[in-house]
């Protein structure tokens, strides 16, 4: 079993910066590979980027290319996105997620991943 625990969200107003976290536990960390989705009201959740096992190979979705980073620290277990120029449409409840799989592209994960974590809520004002 992996615990994943996000950390990060808030209320920022457009153009502004988060940093999302997501502390993991359990399994060895660095056997699975990461990524964050995102989520609003009546949608699918939505892959925003993902991370190999290294950290050496990321994808991130067209939606936030150019503004959002992410990146994963094996020995503390952790990993991030770096979100800036946030825009009111990237307001949503972002999950991170654990997978032993690594997938880069859209459409990735549609059968689902190894664990989530329970979300953070991200809100962005205009």
């Known amino acids: 079993q992996v615990q994943l625990e996000e950390s990060g969200g808030g209320l920022v107003q457009a153009g502004g910066s988060l940093r999302l976290s997501c502390a993991a536990s359990g399994r060895t960390f660095s056997a699975y590979a990461m990524a964050w989705f995102r989520q609003t009201p009546g949608k699918d959740r939505e892959l925003v980027a993902s991370?190999?096992?290294?950290?050496?190979?990321?994808y991130t979705s067209d939606s936030v290319k150019g503004r959002f980073t992410i990146s994963r620290d094996n020995a503390k277990n952790t990993a991030f996105l770096q979100m800036t120029n946030l825009k009111p449409e990237d307001t949503a409840v972002y999950y991170c997620?654990?997978?032993?799989?690594?997938?880069?592209?859209?459409?990735?994960?549609?059968?689902?991943?190894?664990?989530w974590g329970k979300g953070t809520l991200v809100t962005v004002s205009s």
């Open positions: 997620a654990a997978d032993s799989s690594y997938c880069s592209g859209y459409g990735c994960y549609r059968n689902g991943v190894d664990y």
């Open positions: 991370i190999n096992w290294g950290g050496d190979d990321t």
